[in-house]
Structure formats: C-alpha cells, structure tokens
C-alpha cells in the first residue's frame, strides 16, 4: 500500500515539474533579488538613453535662426564701427580729439555711477554739478594746447579765443581753485565722511 500511495501522489504533479522541495535559502533570495535590481536598472539606464540621444538629435530651428540673427548683427554693426573709425581719422585732428572727449566722458559717467548714493545725493543737491564741474576743468587742461594748434585753420574763432590759449595754465589753475573752494563751502555736518569719499571718487575717475 505504501509504494502504490507514492506512485499516486507523483503522478498528480502537473507535467514539467519536478517533486524535488523548493529551495529557500537565504543567500539565493539575496542573489535573485539583486539580479532583479540590475536589470530593473539596465533597463532604466536604457530608456534614459534613449530619450537623451532622441532630444539631441532634435535641433530646433529657432535656435539656428537666432544663431544666424546674431551673427549678422555683429558683423554688420563690426564694419559700421571699423567705417565710422576710418570717417573719423580722414576727417582730421579735432574729430580725432572729439571722439576720445566723448569715450572720456561716457567712462567718467560709468565710474561716478558706481559710488553714487542717490538716498544721500538728494540731501546735496551740488554733488552731480561738481562732478561735471571738475571734469570740464580736466578736459579743458588736458585739451586746450591742443585745441589752439587745431583752431589755427579757423583765423576767426582762433581770433575769439585768444585769450583762453595765451592763459591756458592760469586759468585751469583758477578754476580748480574755484572748484575746490566750492566744495569745502557745501560740506554739511553728518555728512562729511561720505562727502570726502565722493571728492576722492571723482579725482580717481578723472586720473582714469
């Protein structure tokens, strides 16, 4: 009886399975589940991929476009500087000395704006006014031989000018003079340490 009940109980097993215990041992979970991660992982790296290589290869055409754009706007504005620099220089020695007082004078004015103050400015309403008084007093120094050998082609206004030429040094020494008379006469009490300040500022600006 006992071998006919084990004959009976294998052949109720579905085809294809063996009767031998499942094995259940820890090491062997721990290996199928980390072979399960790794191609869990595999396969995510791998779409991943995919959508990486797929937005790549899709350039869209507005960037070219704006690439394009730009390209042209800088070298059209390129040969515009290089014409307008070539007009200039034919043109002579004063438009020469116009050019460098007008790059002066756009630099002096980014300088001066990086220590402004305008919460503090409002309170000394004369410390934009001296900034532009001392620079024309600079610009006036460092150009005035120079602006009389150029007005030498104009008799007339060389005539009206005279007098500033034969005095240049003179008179940039008495109006620094008047300038600086002008700013000890608006230092004003609380304020005096920012005043000094924009007075060393501005000086610095115009030794640039």
Same mark, same amino acid.
């Given at each position: 009886?006992?071998?006919?009940?084990? *004959?009976?109980?294998?052949?109720?097993?579905?085809? +294809?399975? &063996?009767?031998? %215990?499942?094995?259940? $041992?820890?090491? #062997?979970? !721990?290996?199928?589940?980390?072979?399960?991660?790794?191609?869990?992982?595999?396969?995510?790296? *791998?779409?991943?991929?995919?959508?990486?290589?797929? +937005?790549? &290869?899709?350039? %869209?055409?507005?960037? $070219?476009?704006? #690439?394009? !754009?730009?390209?042209?706007?800088?070298?059209?504005?390129?040969?515009?500087?290089?014409?307008?620099?070539?007009?200039?220089?034919?043109?002579?020695?004063?438009?020469?000395?116009?050019?460098?007082?007008?790059?002066?004078?756009?630099?002096?004015?980014?300088?001066?704006?990086?220590?402004?103050?305008?919460?503090?400015?409002?309170?000394?309403?004369?410390?934009?006014?001296?900034?532009?008084?001392?620079?024309?007093?600079?610009?006036?120094?460092?150009?005035?031989?120079?602006?009389?050998?150029?007005?030498?082609?104009?008799?007339?206004?060389?005539?009206?000018?005279?007098?500033?030429?034969?005095?240049?040094?003179?008179?940039?020494?008495?109006?620094?003079?008047?300038?600086?008379?002008?700013?000890?006469?608006?230092?004003?009490?609380?304020?005096?340490?920012?005043?000094?300040?924009?007075?060393?500022?501005?000086?610095?600006?115009?030794?640039?």
């Amino acid at each position: 009886m006992g071998k006919v009940s084990k *004959k009976s109980s294998n052949s109720s097993l579905p085809a +294809g399975t &063996s009767s031998s %215990p499942v094995d259940k $041992s820890p090491s #062997k979970l !721990r290996n199928r589940n980390k072979s399960n991660n790794n191609n869990n992982n595999n396969s995510g790296d *791998k779409t991943k991929q995919e959508e990486f290589d797929s +937005g790549d &290869s899709i350039v %869209p055409a507005e960037d $070219s476009k704006k #690439k394009w !754009r730009n390209w042209r706007q800088r070298t059209t504005f390129t040969f515009v500087m290089i014409a307008g620099f070539a007009t200039v220089i034919a043109l002579g020695p004063l438009s020469i000395m116009l050019m460098v007082l007008c790059l002066q004078v756009l630099i002096y004015r980014e300088v001066i704006s990086l220590s402004s103050v305008p919460k503090k400015e409002r309170d000394l309403p004369w410390s934009r006014a001296m900034n532009v008084y001392f620079l024309i007093c600079l610009e006036y120094y460092l150009y005035g031989h120079n602006a009389h050998r150029a007005l030498k082609r104009h008799p007339w206004l060389e005539a009206h000018l005279q007098f500033v030429f034969a005095h240049h040094t003179f008179i940039s020494f008495s109006v620094y003079l008047i300038g600086f008379v002008w700013f000890v006469s608006t230092l004003r009490k609380g304020s005096y340490r920012f005043q000094m300040g924009q007075f060393a500022w501005t000086h610095m600006a115009l030794g640039l």
